[in-house]
């Protein structure tokens, strides 16, 4: 015969598993949700990074939002906040890393005006270890910058907010960005 205490805790158990989900890719798992300024964000979707020609797996990367939502207009037009994680796979070098930035940054039409903000972004990055994470929280402050678990900066201004952003869900990405997108978009 069941005692209710024990019944009850077999209930939140399963409670638990059913809400504690997450979505894998890669061997990289991430939550179905995470908090960003109180307020609860979904798992849009995931992308994988790959690199050169022998496809080397180089990170993985999750867009958070407050609802799923497959229009990369929409998301970029919208001023809810927003979580993007890039969840590394492999050693990636400051430098290396870098060049991509200014490479993807570099594309928005705002580059100019806003080479302060890139500048001061280019100096919180660092090597990344397989594991770590590069998190980017956009939300009303600015673009608030986790560089392996340590908060590094708050850039503020909607040109860097948005040329971020448009790294990988711009109309026109690279060819090499067009998986990233598609992911992120749950696609």
């Known amino acids: 015969m069941y005692k209710p205490?024990?019944?009850?805790?077999?209930?939140?158990?399963?409670v638990l598993s059913l809400t504690a989900q997450s979505a894998e890719l890669a061997g990289v798992k991430m939550p179905d949700t995470e908090k960003v300024?109180?307020?609860?964000?979904?798992?849009?979707g995931m992308g994988l990074r790959e690199a050169t020609f022998l496809k080397i797996d180089v990170y993985v990367i999750g867009l958070y939002?407050?609802?799923?939502q497959s229009d990369a207009e929409a998301i970029l037009?919208?001023?809810?906040?927003?979580?993007v994680?890039?969840?590394f796979v492999r050693d990636v070098d400051k430098e290396k890393l870098n060049e991509g930035w200014l490479k993807g940054l570099k594309r928005s039409p705002d580059a100019a005006q806003i080479s302060a903000e890139i500048k001061q972004f280019i100096g919180t990055q660092k090597?990344?270890?397989?594991g770590q994470q590069?998190?980017?929280?956009?939300?009303a402050d600015g673009v608030r910058v986790k560089v392996a678990g340590n908060k590094a900066a708050v850039i503020h201004g909607a040109g860097f907010y948005n040329a971020l952003l448009n790294v990988w869900l711009a109309a026109?990405?690279?060819?090499?960005?067009?998986?990233?997108?598609?992911?992120?978009?749950?696609?």
């Open 5 to 14: 205490a024990a019944l009850l805790l077999s209930f939140a158990f399963m």
């Open 37 to 44: 300024d109180g307020q609860t964000l979904v798992l849009n």
């Open 65 to 68: 939002l407050s609802e799923k």
């Open 77 to 83: 037009h919208s001023t809810s906040n927003k979580r």
């Open 85 to 87: 994680v890039m969840h």
């Open 127 to 130: 090597d990344m270890q397989k």
């Open 134 to 139: 590069l998190v980017f929280d956009f939300a």
């Open 172 to 187: 026109k990405v690279p060819e090499e960005i067009e998986p990233l997108k598609a992911g992120m978009l749950g696609q």
